[in-house]
């Protein structure tokens, strides 16, 4: 068997993984320890961020036609791969996260939406909340006025001697 045989199924899987992916981050992890590198994935593996260490040239030829062609001009070194189909910004925001506990672990780039982020614009995305989040406080600046008047009218029936409604 040649070799291109054997690397075709790996090449196969890398351009499935990133077909319809919503975030693409490319990771440099030199320098993370055993336990460092188990808790990440074990994390990553959480949110449901596929994580994975690849040969980059491997990586190089399954970007080829892709949204992720751009991240070509990052692929040396040893690279690895956090690819979400659900979530766009999850990827981002916990390997920064643990960037900041690790600060071997370096974001390098990433491809976000089908967009080309630079290393400065993965950081911005890793500051967006989660969407479950982002919903949490739409959901509390929406009830926030309806409490707030339900306090004043309790408050205008007690000064006016009535009974307090019950809350």
Not at 48 to 72: H, I, P, Q, R
Not at 128 to 154: C, D, H, K, W, Y
Request: hydrophobic content about 40%; overall charge negative.
């Amino acid at each position: 068997m040649a070799k291109v045989e054997l690397k075709q199924p790996i090449v196969q899987e890398i351009a499935e993984n990133i077909k319809d992916a919503q975030c693409v981050v490319l990771v440099n992890y030199s320098g993370l320890t055993v336990e460092e590198d188990t808790a990440l994935r074990k994390e990553l593996r959480e949110a449901g961020v596929v994580y994975k260490v690849y040969k980059n040239t491997m990586m190089n030829f399954a970007f080829t036609g892709t949204d992720c062609e751009c991240l070509k001009e990052h692929l040396h070194g040893t690279n690895a791969i956090a690819i979400s189909k659900d979530d766009a910004t999850a990827p981002a925001r916990i390997l920064a996260k643990f960037a900041k506990k690790s600060p071997k672990l370096e974001m390098i780039a990433g491809v976000v939406e089908g967009n080309y982020n630079d290393q400065a614009g993965i950081q911005a995305i890793s500051a967006i909340p989660s969407r479950e989040e982002l919903l949490g406080r739409l959901l509390g600046s929406m009830q926030s006025p309806i409490t707030n008047f339900a306090r004043v009218l309790n408050q205008i029936a007690e000064k006016q001697g009535g009974e307090p409604a019950a809350e």
